[in-house]
């Protein structure tokens, strides 16, 4: 108990929940914009694989990190693209419609891997790229402070910085008061001309865009190499986290509450602890923020009846 509560209330453990909050934080993000324009979706797992396996595979035969992130954000607005199309366009249902996305995402990078690599777990024969660790001056020269905050991935920071663009883009843009609106009443904003399928697409591929940084941190600053179904959840709790804040400062607070369960169950993994409860750690947490969310909202209805 002793050496649990140590590593608990140390530094080291501020920094890993900052470094596995980011995956969820660029997908919380991603669901919130999406959630705005009306075009909330369950296809984030297959977007953010998709573009963690075509980081890889971009930077390894490049040599490049330019083409290495470029790469997995087309493989995210790929997967982006299609649901747009599918949903938007020829009218599919939008939950089957993630279903198939995610299935289609899982299988198919685990096919090109074995294709590109005759490996179908783990990409480590392919030589790819990591984005670089960022030491913040003058914070990294301060005790405690310095080793909490500085030295993250450049993704890391990238994630934080997005949460102030996002509310930018919502609230102090033109085109923020159009996906508002589109989500708010479609009819409304399809009767002051606003093009609202134009819309939607759009939201939809800046939402992929996002969530294609998370997947491209997880192979290439999270982690260095690609493997199979590696996103394992982050999609489900990135919604999760943006059903729990609804804004973007909500939705970071609740994504570090997630990430905060993924460094504990990392944390328990060094103890003598049977490792199915340590796995199921982040996922009761999911599950016990959403009931909250939802008790919370129905108390609300309640309220407003009375």
Request: with cysteine; aromatic share 10%; charged share 10%.
């Amino acid at each position: 108990m002793d050496n649990l509560l140590k590593a608990i209330f140390s530094a080291e453990f501020v920094y890993s929940i900052i470094r596995v909050t980011t995956p969820l934080l660029f997908a919380g993000l991603a669901a919130l914009i999406a959630n705005k324009g009306g075009v909330l979706h369950i296809a984030y797992e297959g977007i953010m694989v998709t573009a963690a396996f075509c980081g890889v595979v971009g930077s390894a035969y490049s040599q490049s990190l330019l083409v290495g992130l470029l790469s997995g954000l087309a493989g995210g607005l790929l997967i982006s693209f299609l649901l747009g199309y599918f949903s938007l366009i020829l009218r599919a249902d939008r939950t089957l419609t993630g279903i198939a996305l995610n299935t289609f995402a899982s299988g198919g990078t685990v096919f090109m891997l074995y294709v590109l690599t005759n490996d179908k777990g783990l990409s480590t024969s392919l030589n790819s790229l990591t984005f670089p660790i960022v030491n913040i001056p003058i914070i990294k020269n301060i005790p405690i402070l310095g080793t909490a905050l500085s030295g993250h991935n450049v993704l890391t920071y990238v994630s934080f910085i997005c949460v102030f663009l996002v509310f930018v883009v919502l609230y102090k843009t033109p085109f923020g008061l159009r996906i508002r609106t589109v989500g708010e009443n479609e009819d409304a904003a399809s009767s002051v001309g606003v093009k609202v399928i134009r819309v939607k697409f759009i939201t939809l591929l800046i939402s992929g865009a996002i969530a294609s940084l998370g997947g491209v941190y997880m192979s290439m600053g999270y982690l260095s190499w690609f493997a199979r179904d590696m996103i394992a959840g982050r999609g489900f709790m990135g919604i999760a986290a943006q059903n729990l804040g609804g804004e973007p400062l909500s939705t970071m607070i609740a994504a570090l509450f997630f990430g905060l369960a993924n460094a504990l169950s990392n944390v328990l993994q060094t103890l003598n602890i049977p490792a199915e409860f340590v796995q199921v750690i982040p996922y009761v947490a999911t599950l016990i923020g959403l009931a909250a969310y939802s008790g919370s909202m129905k108390r609300n209805k309640i309220n407003k009846k009375s």
